[in-house]
């Protein structure tokens, strides 16, 4: 019996790789979407004068030598 070898797949006609393409793409476009976004609403400066989580908001002195 010789049966006929069915031809070989292309990468295009496998639909695990278009649907994992369309993931990566959509994740992209939302990464793009978020720092989009992010420019367009800043965050507004929080009203303090002392140190903030332990961090201080000026710069330290320069030390003279």
Known sequence: ??????????W????ILWL???LFAAS??????L???AERHADPPVPTDA???DV???????ESS
């Open 1 to 10: 019996m010789n049966t006929p070898t069915p031809p070989p797949a292309r």
């Open 12 to 15: 295009y006609h496998q639909p």
């Open 20 to 22: 994992g393409l369309v």
């Open 28 to 33: 992209l476009a939302g990464c793009i979407w």
């Open 35 to 37: 720092i989009v976004l």
């Open 51 to 53: 140190a903030l989580f």
């Open 56 to 62: 201080p908001l000026a710069p330290a002195a320069a």
